[in-house]
C-alpha cells in the first residue's frame, strides 16, 4: 500500500500463471478474476490493469493470444476495471495475468495478520478447483461439471468483499495455492494464533471428493501436506481425503474473513444478499498457536 492523501491509497499486485483449462477464452477469465481477487482481499477496489501474456508463437496462432485477452477483458469489463496496457512476449509455454491498480482508504486496509482469538473464519467460494482442473486435463470430468468448476473460478470476489465492508471484518485473505489449509494457518501464525478447522463444514464443488477418491490431485497438494500438514493436529476420523481436501490449491478461490462471533449471523447474511457463492464457518481463531483439524465444531 502507498498512502497518497489521508483519504487514498493504491494498492498493486500482480499474479500469472499457465493455462488450468484448454479453452483460452476461459483461461483468460480465470486468470484475470484470480489476479483482480489480490485487491479484494485487501479490502480495496481494482481500478486499471496491465495485462502480462507469453504465448510459444511458433505453437499457437494469434487467435488464441486474442482470445485469452478477451476473456481477460470480459472479467476485467464486468468488475469496471480498464485494461490500460500491458506486454507480450514468446514463451515456451502460454502465461497470461494481470498487474492490477487498485484504491482503499489508508486506514480501511485489510490485512491477513489482524485476527483474534474467537474470531469465526468465513469461506466464501467452495473447495475443489485443485483436483477438479486436474481432472479436465486429464478427461475425468462430464462437460457440465467442466463448466461448473470453470464458473467458480471466473466468479469474482467483489460481491463477498462488498459484504465484508458492509459488515466489518478482522482479517481476510484469499484462498489460493497453498490451500485453505496453508492460507488458513498463515492468517493465524500472523496474528500469534492457533486454528482449528471444522471438514464437515467446507462447501465443496460436486466431485472434488470423488475425484480425490479416484486418485485425480495436482502436485501440489502433497506438497502443501508436506509443508503445513506436519505440524497440524488432526482430530479423530480425519480421512486422507479430507487432508487433501484441505490442501487442494486453489485458483481463484474465495475469501477467507475473520470476523467476530457476534458478527458471523450477520456476515453470511450479507454474504448471501450479494450473490456470494458460500459463506461458510469454516473454523475458529484460537488463543494458542496449535492448528487443529477437527470434523465437527
Excluded at 479490502?43 to 505453437?59: Q, T
Aim: glycine content about 12%; overall charge negative; charged content about 20%.
Amino acid at each position: 500500500m502507498v498512502r497518497l492523501s489521508d483519504e487514498i491509497a493504491i494498492i498493486q499486485t500482480v499474479d500469472f500463471f499457465m493455462p488450468v483449462v484448454d479453452d483460452p477464452a476461459d483461461f483468460g477469465r480465470i486468470a484475470a478474476a484470480n489476479a483482480l481477487s489480490d485487491v479484494y482481499a485487501m479490502g480495496g477496489e481494482p481500478v486499471c490493469a496491465l495485462a502480462v501474456l507469453g504465448l510459444p508463437i511458433k505453437k499457437l496462432t494469434s487467435e488464441v493470444g486474442a482470445a485469452i485477452m478477451a476473456g481477460g477483458g470480459e472479467v476485467c469489463q464486468a468488475a469496471g476495471v480498464q485494461i490500460v496496457g500491458g506486454h507480450s512476449i514468446d514463451d515456451t509455454e502460454p502465461k497470461f495475468g494481470l498487474c492490477v491498480t487498485g484504491r482503499v482508504h489508508p486506514d480501511k486496509l485489510w490485512r491477513n495478520s489482524t485476527g483474534r482469538a474467537g474470531d469465526q473464519l468465513i469461506l466464501t467460494k467452495p473447495l475443489g478447483t485443485g483436483t477438479l482442473t486436474t481432472a479436465i486435463k486429464r478427461g475425468a470430468l462430464s462437460p457440465d461439471q467442466a463448466q461448473a468448476t470453470i464458473a467458480v473460478m471466473t466468479e469474482l470476489n467483489a460481491s463477498a468483499a462488498a459484504a465484508a465492508r458492509q459488515v466489518g471484518i478482522t482479517a481476510a485473505t484469499d484462498v489460493t495455492g497453498f490451500s485453505l489449509l496453508g492460507h488458513g494457518r498463515e492468517m493465524a501464525s500472523g496474528a500469534g494464533l492457533g486454528m482449528t478447522l471444522w471438514v464437515d463444514a467446507l462447501p465443496e464443488i460436486p466431485g472434488a471428493r470423488q475425484m480425490l477418491e479416484d486418485g485425480i490431485a495436482p502436485g501440489a497438494t502433497s506438497r502443501n501436506l508436506s509443508h503445513f500438514g506436519g505440524d497440524v493436529d488432526w482430530g479423530e476420523g480425519i480421512t486422507e481425503i479430507d487432508r487433501a481436501l484441505l490442501a487442494d490449491p486453489q485458483t481463484s478461490g474465495g475469501l477467507l474473513l475473520a470476523v467476530a462471533p457476534d458478527k458471523v449471523q450477520d456476515l453470511q447474511a450479507a454474504l448471501a444478499s450479494h450473490g456470494a457463492l458460500a459463506a461458510a464457518a469454516v473454523g475458529e481463531l484460537t488463543a494458542d498457536a496449535v492448528i487443529r483439524v477437527r470434523r465437527v465444531r
